[in-house]
């Protein structure tokens, strides 16, 4: 039974939360032993919530994941794990993970208590609200940031980080969105109606507009980063930028991999190499001053 409650959990989606630790990279405190050990735990507080999350999520969507070609594996709809033990788990859990997030820091306990109020307002209303439903979805992407701020003193992180936090997440979101409707008209089973009120030319109009705007505002935040006023060397990271964003839309629409964010992730070596080659060009040329002027 644990092992089909940490299934539920979807710890793989728990790669998301990584992104709590931008605030601490862009503003310069990875090699702080405090700041980046106060990350470490708020990274661990968010994983926990957002299982529950998911818990919560299966729960609520249990028939309808019965139809579902895929979704009707996982452990909730399959019956490897009762919905009476899940729902008792998905109450006790916060109780106990909670305390500690105020204990951590108070504005955090805060704004955890506001991420599982949003996630919970998405699981039983939000998701059935065309275009609101990804943008719920963009601002848990943007409040893991928010509450990476706050575990450590915020002095140089860049308010346009936020901004491209926003478009990416819209960009996989709808991404996601395109690839379930695509498996719901091969298989001709209506598992989610949310995806009634989409179609693949408007998904597809959405994502062209996201994908131009997030490649715009990220480097409009490498023309103006705070912590290098006299280095334009972050304009560097660019490219590796759009290969990314390009990888993804590749992925989506010529290999037709499934659009979880997560999933792509884990699997594509290409992707993975772009992320990882920008990652290392951001820090060396915020910690190690490498540039122009």
Not at 12 to 22: D, P, R
Not at 23 to 48: H, M, Q, R, Y
Not at 196 to 217: H, Q
Not at 242 to 255: G, K, N, P, T
């Amino acid at each position: 039974m644990i092992i089909a409650l940490l299934k539920t959990m979807r710890p793989k989606q728990w790669t998301k939360n990584v992104i709590i630790f931008a605030a601490l990279v862009f503003d310069e405190k990875l090699f702080d032993i405090p700041s980046l050990i106060n990350t470490l735990f708020g990274f661990v507080i968010l994983c926990f919530i957002s299982g529950t999350v998911y818990l919560i999520n299966d729960i609520v969507d249990i028939e309808k994941d019965k139809a579902h070609p895929k979704k009707r594996h996982r452990p909730l709809p399959s019956g490897a794990i009762s919905k009476k033990t899940a729902t008792i788990i998905a109450i006790i859990l916060p109780l106990i993970i909670l305390p500690f997030s105020f204990l951590l820091n108070i504005n955090f306990g805060l704004l955890m208590v506001g991420y599982l109020l949003l996630q919970l307002a998405y699981s039983f209303k939000l998701k059935h609200v065309v275009i609101i439903d990804v943008f719920t979805i963009a601002a848990g992407f943007v409040i893991r940031v928010g509450s990476g701020a706050l575990l450590i003193d915020v002095s140089r992180f860049s308010p346009w980080l936020y901004v491209c936090t926003t478009l990416l997440a819209l960009l996989l979101g709808f991404g996601k969105r395109r690839q379930e409707l695509l498996l719901v008209e091969n298989s001709s089973q209506a598992t989610r109606p949310i995806l009634n009120d989409y179609s693949i030319l408007f998904l597809d109009i959405l994502m062209t507009t996201v994908t131009s705007t997030t490649i715009m505002a990220y480097s409009l935040y490498t023309f103006s980063a705070p912590n290098l006023p006299d280095n334009h060397a972050m304009m560097l990271t660019i490219p590796l930028v759009i290969y990314s964003v390009f990888r993804y839309l590749q992925l989506i629409y010529v290999q037709k991999s499934s659009g979880d964010p997560s999933e792509v992730l884990l699997k594509d070596h290409p992707l993975q190499v772009g992320l990882m080659l920008w990652g290392l060009s951001v820090i060396a040329i915020l910690y190690f001053k490498l540039g122009f002027s």
